[in-house]
């Protein structure tokens, strides 16, 4: 519990006090929050300040190739019902930036905290959570992360006898097969739009047999179990069989998945689904995801797309055609430098949009698209893309850095 006398050590303290002066002085120089190199001094002083600086907090970790930000700002809202929350809202999600963040809380009851999905079985260690949360795993980085099936052996390992309760997507194979060596796991049926990265068994390798929403191993019997929670239409159904709506200012179908898996998780600390539900409608955007900005006299709303499962729920909540789409994609290092994935989108959903491709990729980008038949004009920068495109909001997509980049332009 918060409020514990049990003080940090003199040691841990000059490390948060370390810590806190070079973020500032990397604010300061305009280098970003800080909130990573902070952590990294902190740590090299004191490498067991994660867990020292835990022990105080019920922790929440939230992992998943997609929607980790979004569903770790959706349960702290939903759990500031309940007292103070600490959270790395910014994405910092290794743990040098888990580290910075909890250093920021020592009033704090709840520490909800995104990991990046390679850190997580040691975060967990460190930090002895009391619910772990895991949404979906697809293919990422193709160039520096591991293999799915590798991704969801190393979780289920690192998992293995956790005393957490673990909050799971029962609709994603990999993420049952990682959730399953858990003694305590409370099912979700989130649902999975991509289903590409599971068509194989990740228990046997046999071939996954996917009758309408349902799924199992015609050769091991692995199969889908049974969930405790729904998400259903605009609804989340509680293990008692009520329906609660959901009402969120974020679109799409994907941050209703989030929303579910959300109230499921702030339920295991005695927040009804209904007060939950209705703290989340408070977000509106997160880190600059789904904000509309002013740019140029014109509407740009800003979508974050990483892969090609995030491509593929975006493309299922942009206004209809003839709307203006922008796609910016970079292959610097926190994208991954392999451009690949590009052709596991189906771009031909983008078609009676008229489509500007800028970023370092734009030619990948290009080539990709013609192949998909569309049409589309290349662009040096944004602001030449916002100049040709015609009436109307525009959607402006992009992968990580390209996402940076364009918030950085157009004062976001």
């Avoid at 888990?98 to 990046?116: M, N, P, Q, R, Y």
Wanted: aromatic share 6%; glycine share 8%.
């Amino acid at each position: 519990m918060a409020g514990n006398s049990d003080p940090l050590t003199p040691r841990a303290k000059l490390a948060v006090t370390a810590g806190k002066a070079v973020a500032a002085a990397s604010r300061a120089a305009g280098r970003g929050s800080g909130s990573v190199i902070g952590g990294k001094v902190a740590l090299k002083l004191d490498p067991d300040l994660l867990a020292r600086l835990a022990q105080n907090l019920d922790v929440i970790l939230v992992s998943a190739t997609n929607g980790k930000t979004t569903t770790t700002r959706l349960i702290a809202e939903a759990l500031r019902a309940a007292g103070p929350v600490v959270s790395n809202a910014l994405g910092a999600n290794m743990p040098a930036g888990i580290t910075s963040a909890l250093a920021g809380g020592s009033d704090a009851k709840f520490g909800v905290i995104e990991v990046d999905e390679k850190y997580l079985a040691g975060v967990a260690r460190d930090t002895d959570p009391k619910c772990i949360a895991l949404l979906n795993l697809s293919r990422d980085q193709l160039d520096r992360a591991a293999e799915t099936r590798m991704l969801a052996e190393n979780w289920r390992e690192g998992l293995a006898g956790s005393k957490a309760v673990i909050v799971a997507n029962a609709d994603d194979p990999l993420i049952v097969w990682a959730a399953s060596s858990s003694p305590n796991v409370i099912w979700v049926a989130a649902g999975q739009m991509w289903k590409d990265d599971a068509w194989s068994c990740p228990s046997c390798g046999g071939v996954m047999q996917r009758p309408g929403d349902d799924w199992f191993c015609g050769q091991c019997g692995f199969r889908r179990p049974t969930p405790s929670w729904a998400l259903s239409g605009d609804h989340v159904l509680d293990p008692h069989g009520s329906a609660w709506p959901i009402h969120l200012q974020l679109p799409g179908r994907a941050n209703k998945s989030n929303a579910a898996a959300s109230a499921a998780v702030a339920a295991v600390f005695g927040v009804p689904p209904q007060v939950g539900l209705e703290r989340m409608y408070q977000v509106q955007a997160v880190a600059g995801r789904y904000d509309v900005v002013q740019f140029m006299q014109r509407d740009l709303r800003l979508l974050l797309a990483k892969n090609p499962a995030g491509w593929l729920e975006t493309f299922s909540l942009i206004d209809p055609p003839p709307t203006p789409v922008i796609l910016s994609v970079n292959a610097r290092g926190a994208d991954g430098t392999d451009t690949s994935w590009l052709w596991d989108v189906d771009y031909t959903q983008l078609t009676g949009h008229p489509i500007f491709v800028i970023g370092d990729r734009k030619l990948d980008l290009a080539v990709r698209l013609e192949v998909a038949n569309q049409h589309f004009q290349v662009c040096e920068n944004a602001d030449q893309a916002v100049q040709m495109a015609p009436p109307g909001r525009i959607e402006v997509i992009a992968n990580y850095t390209a996402f940076q980049d364009l918030r950085r332009r157009v004062g976001n």
